[in-house]
């Protein structure tokens, strides 16, 4: 994150040094409930000190009255669960029990804070000397100094450290967690100026945040946008409702299983935000081969892609926009009936653009992704985004060659690459600017063109440029060939060899 200031790298430092021996995945819970507490704390203490003075609107008030903090879109803290209080009692032995007291008393009386906070403080495997080290780190940071409100400092430090926290925990962190770069890629190319916002596979709620810091820049009101929102964690689910809160976003999120029981069943939403899993194969699909959101076909039981894209085609709303960020297989896969669903899915006039990502994005996995963005209002004449009339194009961008390392495993977007793309997207679809294919980045194909190219959707098969990766040649075609191969040089009785063909058959291909 290179945007962040030395504020939040310098907290991290020092909140990483305490971790000592402890998982980051249980650590991470440890912060981020510790600074989720400061900062209630210090816009609790921020009233209070108001109402005691009782002054102007405030003359007669009582600052123990937690109508008071209500009518003010503020959280009611108890005297035992302030912050100062614990800060005073963070050496003694007994401040565990007293920080799970406080989240106790605060959920009590507060009932949007029910069953979000964690209360994990008492465990005796958790060291209260590093314990109170870590209180003395989070409340001596003036977070409101410089200018900035603690409202946006927390929540800049709570958002810097889960990216911290994701790719410290590497695969599981991915998770929860997507970068915030992709995530703000997303948000500026379909714009959630207002209306309905839904992501159902919400992780820790960085498309909301994104998409209220993007209504923010531009003049608009967070109260505009309705948000949404599902997830399938109940910890990870915890951690969002703590990112948002910290922001004053009120939110509709619920826990479950998207495709099992969709939580939103009747919502139709204006913008969709989405990074599911990548590939899995355990989403239960043999159980849901009947619902009414595969209208384009019934995706394999063995793959959830097509099951996401045809469950958020069934949640867009008539001019709703999706972005959507997907495994590249999805692009040109023909397995179980892939091909056939993607082929539909175009002729039907719902996909809108496509970028490849460059590598390395994700701390999760080495997977290459790519972008979809549907829409359902590609005509230009529904109100109230006109657009001009692309239904017989499809925009392509191959983004691989942007984005720069920030160490040596991760690459991110620069701004400059975000406006570059967004900017193109934005020119093709008719909103100023003129647009123009550029070899080897961007280019306008007509959907004859499509069909010409089988349907696949890879932007290396259209802007001019291929290499191996994105060579358009469906996996299941190379694989085949490399088995054929291997079948004809295998020996029996060969150890390695038959170790290979154990693993190949593991995944479904017999040599």
Request: proline content about 5%.
């Amino acid at each position: 994150m290179s945007n962040n200031g030395e504020l939040e790298k310098t907290l991290w430092a020092a909140a990483d040094k305490l971790r000592s021996n402890m998982d980051a995945a249980e650590y991470k819970h440890v912060v981020l409930g510790l600074i989720f507490l400061k900062y209630i704390s210090d816009a609790f203490q921020e009233l209070h000190e108001q109402l005691k003075a009782g002054k102007e609107d405030f003359e007669g008030a009582d600052p123990e009255d937690p109508d008071e903090y209500l009518a003010n879109n503020i959280f009611f803290v108890p005297e035992k669960a302030r912050w100062q209080y614990l800060q005073d009692r963070a050496k003694q032995p007994e401040i565990g029990k007293w920080i799970d007291d406080a989240m106790d008393a605060i959920e009590r009386i507060n009932p949007p804070l029910k069953g979000v906070l964690p209360k994990i403080y008492a465990d005796p495997e958790l060291d209260k000397q590093r314990l109170g080290e870590l209180i003395d780190l989070i409340g001596n940071i003036g977070f409101k100094k410089n200018g900035n409100s603690a409202q946006d400092l927390l929540g800049r430090v709570y958002e810097y450290f889960l990216g911290q926290f994701a790719d410290a925990e590497g695969k599981k962190g991915g998770q929860f967690y997507t970068p915030q770069s992709i995530v703000k890629l997303l948000v500026e190319m379909i714009e959630p100026f207002n209306g309905r916002v839904y992501d159902g596979c919400c992780g820790s709620g960085g498309m909301f945040v994104q998409s209220e810091k993007f209504v923010t820049q531009h003049q608009g009101k967070i109260k505009d946008l309705s948000i949404y929102g599902q997830e399938s964690n109940p910890t990870t689910l915890r951690l969002a409702r703590m990112n948002l809160a910290i922001r004053g976003i009120d939110a509709k999120l619920e826990l479950g299983d998207t495709f099992q029981e969709d939580k939103h069943p009747d919502l139709k939403a204006d913008f969709i935000l989405a990074n599911p899993p990548f590939n899995i194969s355990d989403w239960g699909g043999k159980n849901f081969t009947e619902d009414t959101r595969w209208k384009f076909g019934v995706p394999p039981a063995g793959n959830a892609n097509y099951a996401w894209l045809q469950h958020f085609i069934h949640k867009l709303s008539p001019v709703g926009t999706a972005g959507i960020v997907l495994a590249n297989g999805s692009m040109n896969s023909n397995t179980s009936g892939e091909g056939e669903i993607r082929k539909k899915m175009i002729e039907a006039g719902l996909v809108d653009c496509m970028v490849a990502l460059p590598a390395q994005l994700f701390y999760n996995t080495m997977i290459p992704a790519c972008l979809w963005f549907l829409s359902r209002n590609r005509t230009g004449r529904v109100h109230p985004y006109p657009f001009r009339d692309r239904s017989n194009e499809i925009l392509f961008i191959d983004a691989r060659k942007l984005g720069t390392m920030i160490n040596r495993r991760n690459k991110e977007f620069a701004d400059e690459d975000i406006a570059n793309i967004a900017g193109t997207y934005h020119a093709w679809r008719g909103e100023g600017g003129a647009y123009e294919d550029i070899p080897g980045f961007c280019k306008a194909a007509t959907i004859d063109e499509v069909r010409t190219n089988n349907y696949v959707l890879m932007p290396g098969r259209y802007v001019g440029t291929e290499d191996a990766e994105d060579d358009g040649i469906p996996f299941e075609e190379k694989m085949n060939a490399l088995t054929k191969k291997l079948a004809e040089q295998f020996t029996l009785g060969n150890e390695l060899q038959e170790r290979i063909r154990k693993n190949l058959k593991g995944i479904g291909y017999d040599i």
